[in-house]
Structure formats: C-alpha cells, structure tokens
C-alpha cells in the first residue's frame, strides 16, 4: 500500500506563498497520476491540480489558475504545489492523492478516480 505524507502547510498572510510537499512510500508513485485537494471547514472536498505520471499534462482548476502550480520529482517520489498570492478564501487542508495510470499520461480531477491519499496538511491564510 502506497503511503503519502504531506508537508509544507501552515499560517501566511494574504498575498504569501507557500509550497506543499507529498512524499510517496514507494516507487508506485511513478506511474501514477497525482493530484491536490483541499477541504475548507464546513465545505466539500475540492479538486485544486493534477499532474500526469510523467508531468506532461497538467491541470489546475480555474479559482488557482495563474496562482497555483503542480509539479513531480519521480527521482524523489515527490509531488508539489506551489501557491503564490494566497487568498483568506483558501484556507483549508490540503491532501494528495495519487491514481494508478499504468504510466498512461491520463489524469483525472474526480476524488473518487483515486487510489490512495495522504493525512492532509493545513494552511490558514490570515487577511
């Protein structure tokens, strides 16, 4: 069973970044699709990114564009996210998820598409 820990999480004040780390336990990760989510209290799971096995494709959804991006280090079993010019209204816990493509460059931004999925790390943005 494939483990991931996130890091990366914590305070920042509106305007600030932050990157997320995802470690995977094993090397199933590189060949699997990625991806980032986040759930605010009281509110659903959300999708945020999505990268493909070998980082070809990449998907992010409209309320990060151009603040957001996702990107992997298969050498280190590693998927990031990296936030710039965070809002209050992103504040939540972020979790990654990782689904076995079979080194297709597929991808998929549905919760439930994935296999596996860290703890979460949470980032609190202050105004």
């Known amino acids: 069973q494939v483990h991931l820990l996130e890091s990366g999480g914590g305070l920042v004040q509106a305007g600030g970044s932050l990157r997320l780390s995802c470690v995977a336990s094993?090397?199933?990760?590189?060949?699997?699709?990625m991806g980032w989510f986040r759930q605010a209290p009281g509110k659903e799971r959300e999708f945020v990114a999505t990268?493909?096995?070998?980082?070809?494709?990449?998907y992010v959804a409209d309320f990060v564009k151009g603040r957001f991006t996702i990107s992997r280090d298969n050498a280190k079993n590693t998927v990031y996210l990296q936030m710039f010019s965070l809002k209050p209204e992103d504040t939540a816990v972020y979790y990654c998820?990782?689904?076995?493509?079979?080194?297709?460059?597929?991808?998929?931004?549905?919760?439930?598409?994935?296999?596996?999925w860290g703890q979460g790390t949470p980032v609190t943005v202050s105004s």
């Open positions: 998820a990782g689904k076995r493509t079979a080194y297709s460059d597929g991808y998929s931004y549905t919760a439930g598409e994935y296999d596996y």
């Open positions: 094993e090397h199933t990760f590189g060949s699997s699709a």
């Open positions: 990268i493909s096995w070998s980082a070809v494709r990449t």
